[in-house]
Antibody, heavy 117, light 113 residues
């Protein structure tokens, strides 16, 4: 059974880079499409982007230019980099597995990231 | 950009009674392949979202049959036949556009007993 675990710093300073890792266990990262999704306090989720190992990554246009999603196949890990962060990037960040191409059927428990000096 | 508007934003319900949540899209969600990629997720307090329904009306594995989805085009509905205590949480609709890829969530409906 596939399991997802996000990890990374809980506090990032404004203008710096947010970097998170999602470790995939119980299955190969090459087998599925993967996404990063975030949820600001009290708000609905926001899709950040998705990744499949044979394709370019696709990103939410609202974050294009600041975001990079990549993977380390040898470690079965997905990564997220978000540059030039501001307080509005404060959120719980989830990695999630895509079901077909249209829904997210498996989510990690999420990791809270606060942007503050 | 597609905007999904859910109503109501908050829904007090009675155990054993039905509940209904609407999701309206700012434009038709029918894709070029003829499919409509509208799904529903449940988020219990302190938990990540959980997939309930995909492609408008298909229940995901393990989802109780008291949950059902319907709709077409721009208007969609999630119904709970008889609300149970474990159904408390926030419900989101989600649309997927195939190309370029884009996924948009509704703002959520809080179901409370």
């Amino acid at each position: 059974q596939v399991h997802l675990q996000e990890s990374g710093p809980g506090l990032v300073k404004p203008s710096e880079t947010l970097s998170l890792i999602c470790t995939v266990s119980g299955g190969s990262i090459k087998s599925y499409y993967w996404s990063w999704i975030r949820q600001s306090p009290g708000r609905g989720p926001e899709w950040i982007g998705y990744f499949f190992y044979t394709m370019r990554a696709w990103y939410n246009p609202s974050l294009e230019g600041r975001v990079t999603i990549s993977a380390d196949m040898s470690k079965n890990q997905l990564s997220l980099r978000l540059t030039s962060v501001t307080a509005s990037d404060t959120a719980v960040y989830y990695c999630a597995k895509l079901w077909g191409n249209d829904a997210f059927d498996l989510w990690g428990h999420g990791t809270m990231v606060t942007v503050s000096s | 950009d597609i905007v999904l508007t859910q109503t109501p934003l908050s829904s007090p319900v009675t155990l054993g009674q039905p509940a209904s949540i609407s999701c309206n899209s700012s434009q038709s969600l029918v894709q070029s392949d003829g499919n409509t990629y509208l799904s529903w997720l449940q988020q219990r307090p302190g938990q990540p979202p959980r997939l309930l329904i995909y492609k408008i009306s298909n229940r995901f594995s393990g989802v109780p049959d008291r949950f059902s989805g319907s709709g077409a085009g721009t208007d969609f509905t999630l119904k709970i036949n008889r609300v149970e205590a474990e159904d408390v949480g926030v419900y989101y609709c989600l649309q997927a556009t195939q190309f370029p890829p884009m996924y948009t969530f509704g703002q959520g409906t809080k179901l409370e007993i």
